[in-house]
């Protein structure tokens, strides 16, 4: 039980880096806290489900599409929201004012098109994807079913949404250590006010953040219907707590962090499910709080503020 | 002499009966709430649908007889969306009652949005029409603001089921019982219910796994793990429909075979669950069997087709899907009708009195209407039923106890 949980833990912690790593992009660079990631999440996850009801399209290639979409709403969103609010006098706390509004929104029109009930994509979708993958480095046809790691079994589900937020997660990395853009996004989180001195086009920098963070929280909702139960237009709000709590964990601004914040989370949620399971869902909360008092720039909050 | 008298008494009644008409309100008030987004709405919108299309009926054929005015009156739905949020609800509840005074105050769907109104209806004086708020502990005898409507209280929907374990369950082979639950007041009280019969059994099936979790729960693969890992007999999951969906997909995910898995909502809301996990998660799987899946012989209102066809042409978008639910706003709508028409008078507790008098004697599409001394519904039950392949591509639903109700043998172990 304690292999099976820790490993669960670990998988299911992966999703949660995934699900947090584009709020703490967000914020990192704009200093703003996204109240509607959730919610972006969501309509990510409806996207898919749509993909698969009407095209009947695997939710691996939805992931790009999720991605691409959302990035590219990200652009024009970012140019009618942000820069305003990085005018007001405190821009952080205005955010979770108008984000909260935003949320609102989403949710309420999300529901008025497509109803308040319970929307899934059939479990196996992504154990085909998982067969095609591993049959292909095998040699052999393999099998859809769960998937058997290090003498364990878990579902083709929680392996794909690992090695998902595996990818992403370098992809981030890659993106903030390995292209020019990324040199000036770090710029811009370090210090706003220094890269608009040397001459950053720091809104089209944060732009670009800002449309990488909807298209990172789309791309999670892909595998929302399959890690979460199931999809509703009211999920966005609970995802957003856990994914606050994640970045927290992890350290403000800090991408990578989100990392470890998500590991730490999906680890101490599945051994407190296997052992407290009553309590399991305080746990978000507790740990914010523990870590607010007891570090309050999270896990790696020093390289943040250094970076 | 006798002619004048006769004639005398007849004039008075008329009389009375003209004024009583003109007293009477343009419209009587319900006054209710519902939960547009949020955990609960895909249990509430189908109440709230349902007990809107008996209204728009009703008002379509020129309202409905009130006996206390002696004539048809309109009726006027002030609805308030909660938002599945406990501490808005209290808020709108109480505007139901202060600021809009309605006339018959009905709580939202569910246990846990039903256990806010109950004390404010009770301090207000004011009869809660609970519609399919179960939670045991709202019906008490210090109490008499309480009435619930189309739904059986929670410590009676498990009856058959612990029954049918503890009676043909060890014929079967059943002798472990793996019980998961959500920590909520409907399926907490389903929980300690099947616990305590269980073990007051003496059939010799005993609980080797009995877990609580969060009511907001939508992972199960490790808890899974841990039930395979108690080797059970029978895995009883209660949960609401978004637990089931997440539990029986993680299920199904996660390759582990149970020999009987037991949830509530397959047979509650069959539609949501097969569009969300197809059909084959369903097979084999042991559920209630409620008023969706068993057509009750009713004596009032549409029959259960005719009700069904209604339902379809009148949300013929199918955001929201046809199953119990919507017939228990219905049946409320029902109840409430009849309520009216024998009732002398408005006032709360008379209208009590009135709903408490069609008790035993009200055969509704959920079934005999049927309420114990402190309001809570215990003439509708829920026998025990599992979902089977039938023919083509669908699924039917075989009722297993009681035997007297049964058509058909479990199937067990679950292929």
Redesign the interface.
Known sequence: MFTYSLLAGLLFGLYFSLIGLGLNLVFGVMRIVNLAHGDFLMLGAFLAFWLFTLFALNPVPAIAIAFLAFAIVGLPLYYLLVPRLLRAKDPEMLSFILFFGLSQVIEAVTTIAFGTSERSIPGDQLGHAVAVVAGFFAGHKVDTGPVELLGQTFPASWVASGVASGCAVLLVYLYLYRTRLGYLTRAVMDNREEAIATGINVHRVSAVAFGIGLGLAAAAGVFAPFMLGSITPAMGAEVTVTSFAVIVIGSLGNPLGTVLGGIVYGISYVFMQSYYSSWANLLPYVLLIAILLVRPSGLLGRRVRRA | MTRLAILAALLASLTTAAVRAADAPAEIKLGTLY?????F??I??PVHDGLKLWIDQKNADGGVYVKAFNKKIPLKLIAYDDQ?NTATAATLYNQLITQDKVDVLIADSGSVLTSIAVPIARDHKMLLIDQTGTGANFFTPDNPYIALMADPVSSVWPKPLADFLTHDGPGLGIKRVAMLYA?NDFTGTQANTVRKLIKESNSGVEIVFD????T????Y???L??IR?SNPDAVLHLGY???D???L??V????IKFKFLFCIYPGVETE?LE????RKALDYVFTYVTSSGMAYKNEFGMSLKEYKDAWQKKYA?S???FGFNSIAGYTTGLVLEKALSVATSLDQLELRKAIFSLSGNLKTLDGTFELDANGGQIGEFTPVGQFVPGEGDHLKLLTLWPHDLASGKPVYPRP
């Open positions: 939960a547009s987004s949020g955990r709405a895909s509430s919108m599945s920590t877990e609580g979790v969060p907001e729960t939508s992972n693969t490790v808890l793990n841990n890992a429909a978004s637990n969906i997440a539990f997909r993680n199904q995910d996660s390759g949501l569009k969300n996990l197809g978008d955001k929201v899907e």
